[in-house]
């Protein structure tokens, strides 16, 4: 794993690997007493010609910069956090899975790792990323999900925290994703909070719907996660010749539509086969002819260099 520390007000010290293994800390840090703390998620991709690369890096760094002054820490520069990605993806790359089986998921974290008693941001962070083969556990065509609408719970609120990657947005979901698995659910679609009427998104991805040649996912307004694959899906869609909107999504509209999905980087773009809303539940068109899977071919072609990147939106490593 990659590791860097730095004096809240100073610069990052020269980051170094390590073997991976337990950190110490100390019990009065920041991270473990008040949830100063922020991760990112990424994957190593192996090309058919057996190099690796990376997807849009200066995104999660960005999206990490932007949480880090929510929070008041210190994040790394984008370019110290690519230099970091590439030196984490570049020591572990024997767990690069062959192309098309898997990729190798990085984790960096930046958390408020100095001691501070009063409430309050910690003197100083740090930055470090791990690393972990996965398989590809959701295939288009062949996995959909099932997703009840929560009705209980908010993931989110106005001028809260959903709209940067911080690590307490993640365990008060816990709960919501537990009764919905118990009921035989893959997800929940959590609703904004305000009103209890409109979608947001899942536990960790971001939704999309369809209807006719319009696609639609909720508006970045503060109580969503700015996803990168929702950005690349935007954008690719758009290339595809669909109408694309941005805002505010109605339950009703998403009951009513003739696709849903949902997008983010462990679901890539994976169809959802049926919402439960109280007592109703709608069922969605799936399966290899729908317009989620060709959205998905067209960023899994990008992403695992089987079609040219146009965009300059891969990184390769070597
Ligand atoms: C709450 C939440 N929404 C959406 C996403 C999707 O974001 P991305 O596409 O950048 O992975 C994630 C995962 O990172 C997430 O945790």
Redesign the pocket.
Known sequence: MFIMKCPVGDKYSEGHLVPYGNLEISPSSSVLNYGQGLF???KVYRREDDRIMIFRPE??AR?MQMGAERLLMQAPTTEQFIDAVKKTALANERWVPPHGTGTLYLRPLLMGSGAVLGIGPAPECTFLIFASPIGNSYKSGIDAFNLSIETKLH?ASPGGT?GI?SIT??AP?FESVKRAKAAGFDDVLFLDEETGKHIE??????VFILKGNVISTPAILGT?????????ILEIAQDCGYEVEEGRIPVEDVLAADEVFC?????VVTSVASITYKEQRVEYKTGENTVCHKLRTALTGIQTGLVEDKKGWTVHLN
Do not use: F
């Open positions: 990112e998620g990424m995104e999660n999206r993931r959903g990657k947005n993640y979901v998104e899942a536990s960790s991805c971001n969503i996660l700015p996803g990168i694959t929702r950005k690349s997008t983010g980087t462990a679901v």
